[in-house]
């Protein structure tokens, strides 16, 4: 992973909603640095030693069996945090956090991040937040797995990409996408092929193209909403 400087230009949402004195406990220690995709942050049972704010790119959180599969339960962006449950005295992670698109990300140990929650109380508060709203997430990716069919799933996660990347070209192989579904990757093959008969998306190796976002939003089961408003439920107090 390559690691210079943070920039001023404060990408991620987190990092930007935060006041300028709380900001500047955090800074001194933050890097940047970039996220190629497949790249393991951390995985679960394992100390959290780095938390990452992403600032492009997706990462996803895995729920693993013992017998080493997994079923994604959540996604993050640039308006969330991966490793935040650190300050919140959590020290193992409770899922594997893997990058599924490539990402440039804001990272600083999880001993100075839980220095800096402790002194601001501005920081506390935005943190919290997003914990309350990450929490209520997790309980609908879990009803989501359980309830909906996997065209839907799939429809959901497709556009939740698509606005983390800011692009249409979206570099995704079935066998991924089986992955973080939870079902065989004939299944998805079976699923994206009548999506791309449908017109809403075209497929080619490593890729997947989105065509008609309007036709993949009807086709979404109700998560993406409901995930896409619960997220802005964070920032509430601080957008204008």
């Known amino acids: 992973?390559?690691?210079?400087?943070?920039?001023?230009?404060r990408r991620n949402r987190l990092l930007a909603a935060l006041q300028p004195s709380d900001y500047s406990l955090l800074a001194p220690h933050l890097k940047v640095t970039r996220l190629k995709q497949g790249t393991v942050l951390q995985e679960s049972g394992d100390p959290i030693r780095q938390v990452y704010?992403?600032?492009s790119g997706m990462v996803s959180v895995l729920a693993v069996m013992q017998a080493g599969n997994g079923i994604e339960i959540a996604t993050i962006?640039?308006?969330?945090?991966?490793?935040?449950?650190?300050?919140?005295?959590?020290?193992?992670?409770?899922?594997r956090a893997v990058v599924?698109?490539?990402a440039d990300a804001s990272q600083i140990s999880a001993?100075?991040?839980?220095?800096?929650f402790d002194q601001s109380p501005g920081i506390r508060d935005l943190i919290l937040r997003y914990n309350d709203v990450q929490m209520a997430l997790v309980q609908q990716s879990a009803g989501c797995n359980a309830l909906h069919?996997?065209?839907?799933?799939?429809c959901r996660w497709l556009l939740q990409t698509r606005d983390r990347c800011d692009s249409d070209i979206l570099p995704l192989t079935h066998e991924l996408l089986s992955e973080m579904l939870g079902v065989q990757r004939t299944t998805v093959t079976v699923v994206a092929r009548a999506l791309q008969t449908q017109g809403l998306v075209r497929y080619r190796r490593g890729q997947v193209e989105i065509i008609d976002r309007h036709g993949l939003e009807k086709k979404a089961c109700e998560c993406y909403e409901v995930v896409r408003g619960k997220s802005e439920e964070v920032f509430s107090h601080d957008d204008h």
């Open 77 to 95: 962006g640039r308006e969330g945090a991966v490793g935040y449950m650190a300050a919140l005295g959590s020290r193992h992670a409770a899922g």
């Open 100 to 102: 599924q698109v490539d």
């Open 111 to 116: 001993s100075n991040f839980r220095s800096a």
């Open 149 to 154: 069919h996997v065209e839907k799933r799939l």
């Open 53 to 55: 704010f992403p600032e």
């Open 1 to 9: 992973m390559n690691i210079s400087r943070v920039p001023a230009n």
